[in-house]
């Protein structure tokens, strides 16, 4: 069974950092490119950035680069993170641990990624 569950999750102040987790379980992240959205109230999702296979590769869309990082851990490639600093409260969504065969597949397939975790809340209070 695939499994995807997100961690770090909660509220800040703006100008703050969050680091969220993702466990990824049942399938090889040497496989699979791993990635965020997020979807606030009202809104569309939006996807936040994405590492491919392997890690060699990373995407992030234009408006979030400078902000966010994505990463895989080292010691467990199972793990990948979302490092968020001077965060906005524009910035307040779930953000969502996705997965799927490659970064275009995960970024762009207009029916979403294949694989979702379920979520975790990020609050940045002005």
């Known amino acids: 069974e695939v499994q995807l569950v997100e961690s770090g999750g909660g509220l800040v102040q703006t100008g703050g950092s969050l680091r969220l987790s993702c466990v990824v379980s049942g399938f090889s992240t040497d496989d699979h490119a791993i990635g965020w959205f997020r979807q606030a109230p009202g809104k569309e999702r939006e996807a936040v950035g994405c590492?491919?296979?392997?890690?060699?590769?990373?995407?992030y869309p234009d408006s979030l680069k400078g902000r966010f990082t994505v990463s895989r851990d080292k010691a467990s490639k199972d793990t990948v993170y979302l490092q968020m600093n001077n965060l906005k409260p524009e910035d307040t969504a779930v953000y969502y641990c996705?997965?799927?065969?490659?970064?275009?597949?995960?970024?762009?397939?207009?029916?979403?990624?294949?694989?979702w975790g379920q979520g975790t809340q990020v609050t940045v209070s002005s």
């Open positions: 590492i491919s296979m392997g890690g060699r590769m990373i995407y």
């Open positions: 996705v997965a799927d065969v490659d970064i275009h597949t995960t970024m762009e397939n207009p029916s979403g990624p294949r694989y």
